[in-house]
């Protein structure tokens, strides 16, 4: 059965987990009873209502350059969930901004030696087909010489054939 939270409240507990007070989903779940789930929902819905979350992270997100993106990445690599809420409720950023910072610098890592890979596949593609092209080559004369091979053999006996008889 569902239970009807009046928009005050709604609100209320919204407020209380985004900035300044970003507090946790968990925690704001136990103490309130409410469903993580429902929690998630409002904050979605809220944020889309404003614009979306990622135009709200990119404005946030912008005013740290690449290498101070790079450090909060690696400084919150081996944080957990509640060391990483706390974090970025000391610097004003989402947890979801970091790990899109983090996918982000791994796409731009991989796409480099991407690039080299369908390069060099592209050069043994190339190389493969020339190679086919000459195997073919090579199988079409030979098989004109042994057909020739086979003809003079043919004409030989044949003419042998012709002396014996007369």
């Known amino acids: 059965m569902s239970t009807k939270y009046s928009e005050e409240f709604k609100a209320s507990i919204i407020a209380r987990l985004l900035p300044p007070h970003n507090e946790s989903i968990p925690e704001v779940a136990q103490e309130t009873g409410i469903p993580r789930d429902t929690l998630y929902t409002w904050r979605l819905k809220y944020r889309q209502q404003r614009g979306g979350s990622a135009a709200d ?32 409720r000391r610097k004003g950023l989402y947890p979801e901004q970091i790990a899109g910072w983090k996918k982000s610098f791994i796409q731009s890592a991989s796409s480099g030696s991407d690039k080299a890979e369908r390069h060099q596949k592209r050069q043994q593609d190339t190389e493969i087909k020339k190679l086919q092209s000459e195997l073919r080559r090579k199988e079409k ?4 010489t042994a057909a020739l091979l086979v003809l003079e053999k043919k004409l030989q006996a044949f003419l042998e054939e012709n002396e014996d008889e007369r």
């Open 57 to 88: 992270s990119n404005q946030r997100g912008a005013r740290f350059s690449s290498e101070e993106k790079l450090t909060i990445v690696i400084e919150t690599a081996s944080l957990n969930e509640v060391e990483l809420g706390e974090y970025c």
């Open 141 to 144: 004369a030979l098989a004109e």
